[in-house]
């Protein structure tokens, strides 16, 4: 992405890291994230800010959904990858 559409997300990173007063904080844009990383903040995460409830809420809905269908054609995946290295 351009600078200018970063400098937003590097100023809020910096102000958590002050704010927290330590450098352990992960700052991830909700909307480019892949489905299962998404569900593992919805649900692990730490909300600060939420401008949207209605967007947050699809966001959710949606993210949980995307992730469970991932899941199992990861999981199908790796099943037919281990039985051809089996052969």
Do not use: C
Not at 18 to 32: A, P
Not at 69 to 74: F, V
């Amino acid at each position: 992405p351009p600078r200018s559409t970063l400098f937003p997300y590097t100023t809020l990173f910096r102000s958590l890291i002050h704010t927290m007063k330590h450098n352990e904080v992960d700052v991830v844009i909700l909307n480019d994230a892949p489905p299962l990383l998404g569900r593992k903040i919805v649900h692990d995460g730490v909300r600060v800010y939420l401008r949207d409830p209605e967007a947050d809420h699809a966001y959710v809905w949606g993210a949980q959904i995307l992730a469970v269908d991932q899941d199992l054609w990861l999981k199908k995946w790796r099943q037919l990858r281990l039985e051809a290295l089996a052969r």
